[in-house]
């Protein structure tokens, strides 16, 4: 499994987004951020900017649900048009039935867990799905600093994946950039979200070339 690049529009200009989305078409995904204020303090997208930004986005929307009640909302995502969708373990009545739920409409099943959520939380699930994305920052905000301190997780992650011969993608966000590229991908990361560093970048089309590049570096020596 090759490198795949997810820019996230959590830091392209919301008042320009067809626009900023039609800049980054070199990448594997369009990472969607959707935040209710009440899992996480902000706010961003909701059901129907979603589903218009997965009719005119060149990529399949990755759409990551920092929400409440995802056993409700994550299948009306999928329905929307999402071809990834992505719930938090903490938020989830049912994770099993909401992971069946998307991939009996189509989508990937992905779930994810903040950073003081114990790998071993979401272990047992991973026959059910098809990635799971490990926070590198606390889930709400765009721009924090990457934590490290997260990597044995992927690790747990890809080790455990590869003992149930489960073909199982790994996902990191928050403060990925050149600088760390290569080290969530050096702990079995293969699904790289960059919201700042692609964005933020005057040529981004470069960037996302470069993101790529460094990490097919490290995943090849590993």
């Not at 048009?81 to 099943?109: C, M, N, Q």
């Not at 149930?164 to 928050?174: E, H, P, S």
């Not at 600088?179 to 089309?205: M, P």
Request: net charge negative; proline share 6%; glycine share 8%.
């Amino acid at each position: 499994m090759g490198i795949q690049i997810a820019p996230s529009i959590l830091s392209a200009d919301f008042a320009n987004l067809e626009r900023d989305i039609l800049t980054v078409g070199g990448a594997d995904w369009l990472h969607v951020d959707v935040m209710d204020g009440h899992f996480v303090p902000n706010m961003t997208f909701g059901l129907p900017v979603v589903e218009r930004i997965c009719e005119v986005s060149p990529l399949p929307v990755d759409a990551h649900l920092m929400i409440d009640d995802p056993d409700r909302w994550a299948p009306r995502y999928a329905e929307a048009g999402a071809a990834s969708v992505t719930f938090h373990l903490e938020a989830a009545h049912d994770p099993r039935a909401i992971a069946a739920d998307l991939r009996s409409l189509g989508a990937r099943a992905s779930c994810a867990i903040k950073p003081g959520t114990p790998v071993e939380d979401v272990l047992p699930l991973i026959d059910r799905l098809d990635m799971v994305l490990v926070m590198t920052v606390e889930p709400g905000f765009g721009g924090q600093s990457f934590m490290a301190d997260m990597m044995p997780k992927l690790r747990t992650l890809r080790a455990a994946a590869e003992a149930a011969g489960r073909d199982l993608r790994l996902q990191t966000d928050g403060g990925i950039a050149r600088a760390t590229v290569g080290t969530v991908v050096e702990a079995g990361c293969d699904v790289v979200v960059a919201g700042s560093a692609i964005y933020g970048a005057e040529d981004r089309a470069a960037e996302i070339a470069m993101l790529r590049e460094l990490g097919e570096r490290v995943h090849h020596h590993a």
